[in-house]
T-cell receptor, first 113, second 113 residues
Framework: GQQVMQIPQYQHVQEGEDFTTYCNSS?????IQWYKQRPGGHPVFLIQ?????EVKKQKRLTFQFGEAKKNSSLHITATQTTDVGTYFC?????????????FGQGTRLTINP | NAGVTQTPKFRVLKTGQSMTLLCAQD?????MYWYRQDPGMGLRLIHY???????AKGEVPDGYNVSRLKKQNFLLGLESAAPSQTSVYFC????????????FGQGTRLTVV
């Protein structure tokens, strides 16, 4: 079945440093979505990538979708304390697999101010 | 507009007891999902539904049953709780289609002793 792997599991940075999390799927995806979960909260949708090779930016956040539509990355430039939380990627497969939204293990980001 | 509401928010069960978690959404979403979140394991899909009266198994369905008798409600049942089912449970919903984001409830923290 469809599996989504995400690395690293944890990342601790100094405020102002950059951060990157990587997501890999065992199968081709229809799209990749990214969510953020603040400590004690619930996942909240950030963005969706649909096209092969797509790159999207939200202020200091840059999201990429691989050419084969099987991998993705989230890069945060110059982290701030407000970026603390767990970042999840999630993918929908193709055809019947498109009904399921499968999440990666998440990357927990902590920041030293 | 409440969005996705989960009931209860916290529960402690004894091994072997049964309970039902209720998820209600007021956004007229077709798709609904149940996930469990454990440290280091991310969000794992338990069961999902693509419409009223239909349910399907996710990644970790064993020990759980679900029902979607009404479009706005998705129930998750534990017939005989086990300590391995101690977790935080999240319900989510989305519109039908490939490129739709999921909206999450606040979560239910369940402890089985």
């Amino acid at each position: 079945g469809q599996q989504v792997m995400q690395i690293p599991q944890y990342q601790h940075v100094q405020e102002g440093e950059d951060f990157t999390t990587y997501c890999n799927s065992s199968t081709t995806l229809s799209n990749i979505q990214w969510y953020k979960q603040r400590p004690g909260g619930h996942p909240v949708f950030l963005i969706q990538l649909v096209k092969s090779g797509e790159v999207k930016k939200q202020k200091r956040l840059t999201f990429q979708f691989g050419e084969a539509k099987k991998n993705s990355s989230l890069h945060i430039t110059a982290t701030q304390t407000t970026d603390v939380g767990t970042y999840f990627c999630a993918g929908r497969g193709t055809f019947q697999g498109a009904q399921k939204l499968v999440f990666g293990q998440g990357t927990r980001l902590t920041i030293n101010p | 507009n409440a969005g996705v509401t989960q009931t209860p928010k916290f529960r402690v069960l004894k091994t072997g007891q049964s309970m039902t978690l209720l998820c209600a959404q007021d956004m007229n979403h077709e798709y609904m999902y149940w996930y469990r979140q454990d440290p280091g394991m991310g969000l794992r899909l338990i069961h999902y539904s693509v419409g009223e009266g239909t349910t399907a198994k996710g990644e970790v369905p064993d020990g759980y049953n679900v029902s979607r008798l009404k479009k706005q409600n998705f129930l998750l049942g534990l017939e005989s709780a086990a300590p391995s089912q101690t977790s935080v449970y999240f319900c989510a919903s989305s519109y039908v289609g490939l490129h739709t984001e999921a909206f999450f409830g606040q979560g239910t923290r369940l402890t089985v002793v």
